[in-house]
């Protein structure tokens, strides 16, 4: 989702002003999680990682965001973030309890701030600014931004569009969004993925900014593949992380990092990356 938060309010303001958020509208996502409230008392795990609820390492996430996170038929959460937090939970003895909830409150820190869940995988960049409020494990995915536009616009590129006058749509509060801005683009902002796309297929926009996974994975759709096409990649250099609050406990991190970077050393990243991406990790394009 690669998110970028633009406030200047330190982290107590920002954690205290979406614990509000929080009381008031439970779970800002949608019904996929398996806990929509938080929990008191909580435990700790195998190493003694401290989690917020016994037995669980609880994960906020916002669905959908297909591949990385998405319900499947059987209205089970599956994706990328889903099998490397997987990977964690299995390290400390436990199982992966996911909360789906409102993006405002993963970007701003204050999810694991105030003790919603332990760790959000959500497609999230990290960024400086986002480092002001959350700690972040080592990277795990290298995002790209792409172009996805209607077919017939004649446009290869940002310049294209601008030179074109087409219509530009981005999700909100994301870095697709920033960049384009810099860019000197103005783009209507969609609250989430699926209504960005709603958008670009009822000709709202012509050209949409997302993810580049994101816009392979609706292009294996033959309705979207029908009318749409890739125009262009962006590269902007960005990394995903697994967030924990601000001054994590240690040992929860080192576990995650440890799990990550052994996941790519001995063949299960690849393995998983390869099952949701249907390609090796580098050859994404």
């Known amino acids: 989702m690669a ?11 920002g954690a205290l002003a ?15 999680s398996s806990s929509t409230s938080a929990t008191t008392g909580g435990g700790t795990a195998a190493g003694g990682a401290k989690l917020v609820n016994p037995g669980k390492l609880t994960t906020c996430t916002n669905i959908p965001y297909e591949p990385f996170q998405f319900k499947d038929a059987s209205g089970k959460v599956v994706g990328f ?3 490397i937090v997987d990977l964690v939970a ?3 003895g436990v199982q992966q309890q996911i909360v789906d909830i409102d993006f405002a409150v993963i970007k701003s820190g204050a999810a694991m701030a105030t003790g919603k869940c332990d760790v959000a995988a959500a497609g999230m960049t990290i960024t400086p600014e986002r480092k002001q409020n959350i700690t972040f494990s080592v990277p795990y995915f290298d995002a790209t931004q792409a172009l996805l536009a209607k077919k017939g ?8 569009v601008k030179a074109k006058g087409l219509k530009l749509g981005a999700q909100a509060s994301t870095t697709g969004l920033d960049y384009v801005k810099k860019q000197g683009f103005d783009p209507t902002e969609y609250a989430d993925s699926p209504k960005e796309l ?6 709202q926009a012509d050209v949409i900014v997302q993810d580049l996974p994101v816009v392979l994975t609706w292009l294996k759709k033959p309705e979207i593949a029908a009318k749409f096409e890739l125009i262009a990649s962006l590269d902007t250099g960005e990394q995903y992380g697994i967030g924990l609050k601000k001054n994590a406990d240690p040992v929860l991190l080192k576990t995650i990092d440890d799990t990550i970077t052994q996941a790519k050393a001995d063949g299960t990243y690849e393995k998983i990356f390869v099952k949701w991406f249907g390609k090796k990790p580098g050859e994404l394009s």
């Open 3 to 13: 998110l970028w938060p633009r406030s200047s309010r330190g982290q107590a303001i």
């Open 18 to 32: 979406l614990t509000a958020v929080l009381a008031l509208s439970g779970c800002g996502g949608g019904s996929g």
């Open 81 to 83: 973030d889903v099998d």
């Open 90 to 92: 299995k390290k400390l």
């Open 153 to 160: 616009t004649g446009a290869k590129s940002l310049e294209d």
């Open 198 to 203: 709603l958008a670009l297929q009822a000709g």
